[in-house]
Every structure is written in C-alpha cells, then in structure tokens.
C-alpha cells in the first residue's frame, strides 16, 4: 500500500489529505499545531506525525506550507530525504514555486509534481492543475487515480500554471464575494438571509454545471436568459455600467502578478 505523506495540514493540505484518504493508501498528517492534524486524522484516519517522519516514510510527499516557508522546511527534510533508499516523490502545492525550485532544495534529482488544488476539493468538485518532471508514466497514472475524488485534474505547461491557478485557486474568493453580493441584494428586496444565501449558491452551482455539461459559450447562455425589454437584461445593463467584467478581468491579472512574484 502506497504511503501519502502530508507536511501541512491547513485547507489545501487537508482538502488534498480528504481525496486522498478514499484512494485506499495509508495517511501521514504532520503540521505545525499538530491539534489541526490529530482533528483531520480523527475525521478521515491516518497517522499523525513529525515532517521528518513523513520525509522518511512517504511515497508522496506532499508539502502543503506557506510558499515563505519552504526553504527552511526543506533544510529540515534535506538531511532524512539524502539518507532514503526508496524512491519517493514531492508533490507542491505552493504558489509560485517551480519544480525545478523545489528539486534544488531537496539537493537530488527527485520527482516533483507541482500541484495547484483549490477549495472545492474537499467535496470532491475541485478544479487541480497539474504538471509534473521525472515522474513515471505509471506512477502519474496511479497517483491520479487516488486522488480523483478530489475532482477535475487538468495538466498543464508549467508556464501556464500562475495564469490559470489565478481563475482556479484564486476564483473561489471570488465567486464567494459574488455569491454574498447576489444574497445582499436579495435582502434588499426582502428575502432572508438564510433564503437569500441558498437561492444564491445554488443558483451559481447549477448555471456552472449547465455550462460544463451543455457545452454551450456563457455568452449564448445569458442570451437564453435575457428577454427582449426584461428584467435580466436590465440588471445585465447594471453590471455593464460599473464595469463588470472588467473588474473580473483586472482580478484575475492581478492574482496572477502576485502568484509570479511569490
């Protein structure tokens, strides 16, 4: 049985140990308060131990820190990760960090999959992108296959990774501000807040689905909302006029200069 290894437990490491744990491999949960990974382990299972012991014992090493903090985990783990005669994997999910960055720190030619998961995850609906240097083909598979429940994985060219992760990562702050904001309105015009909240996220999750099993360009689907003279279109006008898409736009670029610079 495969051994995943996770050096950080906050949500993208638990969010990842969650998929992990329905994929029948064995769980190390190791983090800096280690009550967060005794919590975790109580509620999927798994081992709760030292990142020197993940470093020893893991397939699949999965750093899950801040991306200010990796080179000094990375001084910890060099020495055990030297010392290893079985054949082990990092995988990343720091913003930022290449995988040629996170290779040098581990002092040898190591595999490294870079991952960059996001929130929805945990629920098994996550958009993760993926790519990946001295891997084998196999092992990718396998690794794939214990981690699908966490949802949609989508390989790509490294240098695409801090553009896209900006929609992917970034994106559900921003759909959350979105849905609070549709919620607010609702209140404005009288429906509770606990209605409000449900009409809206709802709302999002089936318009979302809608798009991805239809096929069809959001485009032509706000057409299909938007009736000649009525309400839609009005409120459409509304978002227009204070520059909507532009705003999405610029949040996007911006998250993706922050993610350049980490």
Known sequence: MSIYGFIGTGHMGSAMAKAASKGGVELLLANRTVSRAEALAAEIGGQVVSNEE??????????????????????????????????????SMLAGKTVKYIRDLAGEDCPVIRLMPNTPVAIGEGMVLYASDGVAEEAMTGFLEVMKSGGRFRKMS??????????????????DLFIESLA????????????????????????????LESGKHPGELKDAVCSPGGSTIEGVKKLEEGAFRASVINAVIASCEKNKKL
């Open 54 to 91: 993940v470093a020893r014992r893991a397939d699949f090493i999965f750093l899950g820190v801040k991306p200010q903090g990796i080179d000094a985990l990375m001084d910890e783990l060099r020495p055990v990760l030297l010392k290893r005669e079985e054949p082990y994997t990092l995988v």
């Open 158 to 175: 490294e240098n695409l990774i801090d553009a896209a992760s900006s929609v992917t990562g970034c994106g559900p702050a921003f759909v």
């Open 184 to 211: 607010d309105g609702a209140v404005v015009c009288g429906i509770p807040r606990a209605q409000a909240l449900e009409l809206a996220a709802q709302m999002v999750a089936g318009s979302a689905k809608l798009l």
